[in-house]
């Protein structure tokens, strides 16, 4: 499975060893290596960035016109396309995803990367109107070296939905991927270059975030960092950023509720419930791993939730019919289990799951089975704190006040899901809630048009939309006067 060459990485243009120490990517369903390489030092961070920052200065990049830009990001859609399946295939060795989860997200990737071009197309600026002999407008420019620090749960679309607005909006962009998921990154890389992004533009540099990733959030160069991945590493960025004067976007963690009501369509509730807390193996920070029910409705719908989940096909992730692959490693299948003995601990009771699945090799891999806890309250330390990972917490409620003080009732606020045959109280229900994204009779379904982040613990800014592009983007203030005589101050 593994070649015992190692993988360059790419420095600002140029494909190279790194001058870190060499690691092992692993296969998570087997624990096997599938990839060698020497991780990025702080050298090769410095010479990115400053070689970086000279691209963006003089390749012409931040000076093409939009849609000449624009026809290099749709050859870039285009190449992951006729790419699809060998990208797919190496996307499930990289974090064990289902391959049929690693197509939808390549294909994410391509269709992130052909939207970005056509919003860049279609961008307009503003003329203001004007409050005096004047004309005003306001503009957007690049800001430069930008850095996306991506994680290890869906690598291609994550590291394409921060690439690809930092293109279009004319940037160089220093891509650091999840130290355990390098392989995406570099692909991605290595299509820009094919489809003609100037040479020095992206770099991908991976190894330890606390080691690279702090050094390129640090780098006086670097002008703006999107970070995706756990709420403490996004408050570390944002004291950094901070000390810059340096915008940041962080989407964090989450502890999303799912509530389930009375009238609720209950065959669309529980695929829905399954699909929002075990697809990706947990492994998501939208996942909705608290659940609140109704309680007359309560007993027979966690029934039917224990039964489907049981019934779910964990397995060998290059299967088409395997729903739910490993976790990312084994010291992350050790956390879950920890979480799932302190929800015991605090008084739960395991539903279903709560182990590791055996036979058919499983043994071999990090793979946990999906797990239900109930008979605990929404102030336990389980209901509380990001797991990421496949277990779920079912709680029943009593009237709406209660399940909205409850739903709100966490440091988190990144998504929410409401199942509701009745309009007018899912719509106050989900105007109510406090999330950045609010599910009515569905779940974990997402657009690119559509911009997407949290509130509170679970980050800051936006990412998607067409507005994704100005996050990469400097505001500018134009006047043009029109007055026939001088200005009078100073006669």
């Known amino acids: 499975m593994i070649s015992n060459e190692l993988l360059p990485i790419h420095v600002a243009g140029e494909w190279r060893l790194g001058g870190g120490d060499a690691y092992e990517s692993l296969y998570p369903a087997t624990g096997e290596p599938i990839a060698r390489l020497k991780a990025a030092n702080l050298a090769d961070v410095d010479e990115a960035i400053v070689r970086a920052d000279l691209a963006f200065r003089t390749s012409g990049w931040a000076q093409k016109l939009p849609h000449e830009r624009a026809a290099v990001l749709h050859r870039v859609a285009q190449l992951i396309r006729d790419e699809a399946e060998p990208l797919a295939q190496k996307q499930r060795l990289d974090n064990g995803k289902p391959i049929n989860e690693t197509r939808a997200l390549v294909a994410s990737a391509a269709g992130t990367f052909q939207f970005f071009a056509a919003a860049l197309e279609t961008l307009e600026e503003t003329i203001t109107p004007s409050r005096g002999p004047f004309v005003t407008m306001s503009v957007h420019e690049p800001m430069g070296v930008v850095a996306a620090i991506t994680p290890w749960n869906s690598p291609i679309a994550s590291e394409a939905q921060k690439l690809a607005p930092a293109l279009a909006a004319g940037n160089a962009v220093i891509v650091k991927p999840a130290e355990v998921t390098p392989l995406m990154a570099l692909e991605l890389a290595r299509i820009?270059?094919?489809?003609?992004?100037?040479?020095?533009?992206?770099?991908?540099?991976?190894?330890?975030?606390?080691?690279?990733?702090?050094?390129?959030?640090?780098?006086?160069?670097?002008?703006?960092?999107?970070?995706?991945?756990?709420?403490?590493?996004?408050?570390?960025?944002?004291?950094?950023?901070?000390?810059?004067?340096?915008?940041?976007?962080?989407?964090?963690?989450?502890?999303?509720?799912?509530?389930?009501?009375?009238?609720?369509?209950?065959?669309?509730?529980?695929?829905?419930?399954?699909?929002?807390?075990?697809?990706?193996?947990?492994?998501?920070?939208?996942?909705?791993?608290?659940?609140?029910?109704?309680?007359?409705?309560?007993?027979?719908?966690?029934?039917?939730?224990?039964?489907?989940?049981?019934?779910?096909?964990?397995?060998?992730?290059?299967?088409?019919?395997?729903?739910?692959?490993?976790?990312?490693t084994a010291k992350h299948r050790e956390s879950i289990e920890r979480y799932v003995e302190l929800g015991v601990s605090e008084g739960g009771q395991i539903r279903t799951g709560g182990v590791r699945p055996h036979g058919e090799g499983l043994e071999r891999g990090y793979f946990y089975a999906p797990t239900i806890l109930e008979g605990?309250?929404?102030?336990?330390?389980?209901?509380?704190?990001?797991?990421?990972?496949?277990?779920?917490?079912?709680?029943?409620?009593?009237?709406?006040?209660?399940?909205?003080?409850?739903?709100?009732?966490?440091?988190?606020?990144?998504?929410?899901?409401?199942?509701?045959?009745?309009?007018?109280?899912?719509?106050?229900?989900?105007?109510?809630?406090?999330?950045?994204?609010?599910?009515?009779?569905?779940?974990?379904?997402?657009?690119?048009?559509?911009?997407f982040g949290g509130w509170r613990d679970s980050g800051l800014g936006r990412e998607k939309g067409r507005e994704g592009i100005f996050q990469y983007m400097e505001q500018k203030s134009m006047y043009w006067g029109t007055n026939e005589q001088p200005l009078p101050w100073a006669n």
């Not at 609720?264 to 791993?289: K, P, Q, R």
């Not at 079912?394 to 009237?399: G, K, L, S, T, V």
């Not at 609010?438 to 911009?451: A, D, G, I, L």
Request: charged share 20%.
């Open 192 to 328: 820009c270059e094919a489809a003609g992004v100037p040479k020095g533009i992206v770099s991908v540099l991976p190894g330890k975030g606390s080691v690279i990733g702090d050094a390129i959030t640090r780098h006086p160069l670097v002008k703006r960092v999107s970070f995706t991945g756990g709420t403490a590493t996004g408050k570390h960025i944002a004291h950094i950023a901070a000390d810059k004067m340096m915008p940041v976007s962080l989407e964090l963690g989450g502890k999303s509720p799912t509530m389930v009501l009375e009238d609720a369509d209950l065959d669309h509730a529980v695929n829905g419930v399954l699909y929002g807390i075990f697809s990706s193996s947990g492994e998501s920070c939208i996942a909705g791993s608290r659940l609140f029910v109704a309680r007359r409705i309560y007993d027979e719908f966690v029934t039917r939730v224990a039964e489907a989940a049981k019934a779910l096909r964990v397995g060998d992730p290059a299967s088409e019919r395997t729903q739910m692959g490993p976790l990312i």
């Open 376 to 451: 605990l309250t929404n102030s336990a330390r389980i209901s509380q704190e990001e797991v990421f990972g496949p277990v779920l917490v079912a709680m029943p409620f009593d009237d709406e006040e209660t399940l909205i003080a409850q739903a709100n009732d966490s440091v988190y606020a990144l998504a929410a899901g409401i199942w509701s045959r009745d309009f007018k109280r899912a719509w106050r229900l989900g105007r109510a809630v406090q999330a950045g994204t609010v599910w009515v009779n569905t779940y974990k379904q997402f657009s690119v048009s559509t911009p």
